[in-house]
């Protein structure tokens, strides 16, 4: 059975205090990973896709990165909007089109 | 920016009611998806739709969820006898297929009483 787990389940951070949200998986085979943002009443808001081991990317002050066993999201120089709930879900390659996803993180922006 | 409509953005129905879930998904998309959220757990999988008919569903969509495609651009779910434990948030989603990520609507909150 797929598996995501994320850490930690809430973070408070200081605007302009960089952090890294941990995604770890299990899956049998895995064809993608995705980030989302949450805002709350609302639905996922697509971020990134990576696809193999070694691979990163960018969007502003947010970069993902992919090992074998995790992935992380590294914010730098947060900003009170970028306060969200953040889900890691992966696609595997045993299990079609359907993403299971993780609980989620909830970051927390303070001025 | 294309988006997923959803509609309506919440609905209140007795238990045992039919309701319908309805869904305008993005135009040239091929892949379509229900999914949903309970009150503060995580997204799940409902099911999948692609070329008329259903491509994957979970355990969850059993036989009181049915979906349909009854024109060009709407996306439809429906539970036919409502139970509490429906209550949820249910996202539509659509995508190209492939790799692309799904892009979804901004949910309708269903509260089943």
């Known amino acids: 059975e797929d598996q995501v787990t994320q850490s930690p389940e809430a973070l408070r951070l200081q605007e302009g205090e960089s952090s890294s949200l941990n995604c770890s998986y299990t899956?049998?085979?895995?064809?993608?990973l995705f980030w989302y943002r949450q805002d709350p009443g609302k639905g996922p808001e697509f971020l990134f896709t990576?696809?193999?081991a070694g691979e990163e990317k960018e969007k502003e002050r947010l970069k993902a990165t992919l090992t074998k066993k995790e992935s992380f999201l590294h914010i730098t120089a947060p900003k009170p909007e970028d306060s969200a709930t953040y889900l890691c879900?992966?696609?595997?390659?045993?299990?079609?089109?359907?993403?299971?996803f993780g609980e989620g993180t909830q970051l927390t922006v303070n001025p | 920016e294309p988006e997923v409509t959803q509609t309506p953005s919440h609905q209140v129905t007795q238990m045992g009611q039919e309701v319908i879930l309805r869904c305008v998904p993005i135009?040239?998309?091929?892949?379509f998806y229900w999914y949903r959220q309970i009150l503060g757990q995580k997204v799940e999988f409902l099911v999948s739709?692609?070329?008329?008919?259903?491509?994957?569903k979970s355990e969850i969509f059993d036989d009181q969820f049915s979906v349909e495609r009854p024109d060009g651009s709407n996306f439809t779910l429906k539970i036919r006898s409502t139970k509490l434990e429906d209550s949820a948030m249910y996202f539509c989603?659509?995508?190209?297929?492939?790799?692309?990520?799904?892009?979804f609507g901004s949910g309708t909150r269903l509260t089943v009483v």
């Open positions: 989603a659509s995508s190209e297929g492939g790799l692309y990520g799904y892009t």
């Open positions: 899956v049998s085979g895995l064809r993608g």
């Open positions: 990576l696809y193999s």
């Open positions: 879900a992966v696609q595997a390659e045993t299990s079609g089109s359907r993403l299971t």
């Open positions: 135009s040239n998309h091929l892949y």
């Open positions: 739709f692609y070329n008329n008919e259903i491509s994957e």
